[in-house]
C-alpha cells in the first residue's frame, strides 16, 4: 500500500486552469472509482471537495472538476482565484477497504 | 450540521500508548449516517489515513499500522476514540478524525489536535 504520486507543486495565474495529477496502480486508482480530492489551508483541517472522481459536494465551486483516466486522477481547478492557493491532496480505495493519500501538492497562484 | 472535535493528551512518551477521542454532535454514532476514521499529519507532511469504523463497531485498519491501533464507539457519549500502542517520535503528528457519507470521500472533518511523542 504506496502512497499515490502527485507533483509536489503546481502553479498557474488568476483566470487560467491548472491541472494536478495522482497517480496510482491498479490496485488502487485504476480499480476503483473512489477518489477523492482534499484542500487544505496551512494549520486547519482539509476540505473534501471531489468524491468519486468526479463528484462535487454542496457548496464546492464548479470551478473544482476531477478525471481519471487508468490509474492516474486529475483534479483541474478552472478560473483560478487567490483563494484557491492551497495544499491538495488526493486519497484513492486501496482494496479491502484500504485507503491511501497521495503526497500532496502545493498550488500556488502567482 | 455535524461537527466532530477531537481531545486528549497533547504529549505522550516513548513507547507509552496515545489516546484520542472524538466526540460528534449533530448525529449519533451509531445512526450508520456517517462512517467515522482518524487521519494524521506529522509536521510538514502528508496525509495518512489509520483506520475507519463504522456504526456497527466494525473496523479497517491502515495494514501497517494495525497490530498498535483499535478503534471503538462510545454510543452512550456519542464518541469514537483511537488507541494507539508503543509510540515512538514517528507518531507525533496532528491527529484528525473524521466522518464520510461518500464512499471513502470524509466530507466532515475535526479541526486536528496535535500530539507530540517526547520523553
Known amino acids: 500500500q504506496s502512497a499515490l504520486t502527485q507533483p509536489p507543486s503546481a502553479s498557474g495565474s488568476p483566470g487560467q486552469s491548472v491541472t494536478i495529477s495522482c497517480t496510482g496502480t491498479s490496485s488502487d486508482v485504476g480499480g476503483y472509482n473512489y477518489v477523492s480530492w482534499y484542500q487544505q489551508y496551512p494549520g486547519k483541517a482539509p476540505k473534501l471537495m471531489i468524491y468519486e472522481v468526479t463528484k462535487r459536494p454542496s457548496g464546492v465551486p464548479d470551478r473544482f472538476s476531477g478525471s481519471k483516466s487508468g490509474n492516474t486522477a486529475s483534479l483541474t481547478v478552472s478560473g483560478l482565484q487567490a483563494e484557491d492557493e492551497a495544499d491538495y491532496y488526493c486519497s484513492s480505495h486501496a482494496g479491502s477497504n484500504n485507503l491511501v493519500f497521495g503526497g500532496g501538492t502545493r498550488l500556488t497562484v502567482l | 450540521q455535524v461537527q466532530l472535535q477531537e481531545s486528549g493528551p497533547g504529549l505522550a512518551k516513548p513507547s507509552e500508548t496515545l489516546s484520542l477521542t472524538c466526540t460528534v454532535s449533530g448525529d449519533s454514532v451509531s445512526s450508520g449516517s456517517y462512517y467515522w476514521t482518524w487521519v494524521r499529519q506529522p509536521p510538514g507532511k502528508g496525509l495518512e489515513w489509520i483506520g475507519f469504523i463504522w456504526n456497527t463497531g466494525s473496523t479497517k485498519y491502515k495494514p501497517s499500522l494495525e497490530s498498535r491501533v483499535t478503534m471503538s464507539l462510545d454510543t452512550p457519549k456519542n464518541q469514537f476514540s483511537l488507541m494507539l500502542t508503543s509510540v515512538t517520535a514517528a507518531d507525533t503528528a496532528v491527529y484528525y478524525c473524521?466522518?464520510?457519507?461518500?464512499?471513502?470521500?470524509?466530507?466532515?472533518w475535526g479541526q486536528g489536535t496535535t500530539v507530540t511523542v517526547s520523553s
Open positions: 473524521a466522518g464520510g457519507r461518500f464512499y471513502y470521500g470524509m466530507d466532515v
